[in-house]
């Protein structure tokens, strides 16, 4: 699965749109290499989101292509 639609799927970001911007801009790393958003993210990943307020890192559990609002959060652990 893409990168884009993971992060849009998984509700961490809201839009496709905004997660491909922030993947163009350089703003995601997987495994520690920055990617662009036709990245095929795979289970056991380390992703890492630069955000203004500081950064989210996240290993994914899990790849669905449509999941609930409240499984969302089933498809990721956040790393402190």
Do not use: C, H, W
Request: hydrophobic share 45%.
């Amino acid at each position: 699965m893409r990168i884009d639609k993971f992060l849009k799927v998984s509700r961490i970001l809201k839009r496709r749109t905004v997660a491909q911007e922030a993947a163009s801009a350089g703003k995601i790393s997987v495994n520690g290499r920055e990617v662009k958003p036709a990245y095929r993210v795979k289970v056991g990943d380390v992703v890492e989101l630069a955000f203004a307020s500081g950064t989210l890192k996240f290993r994914v559990l899990a790849l669905k292509e449509t999941v609930k609002k409240d499984e969302a959060s089933s498809l990721y652990e956040v790393i402190v």
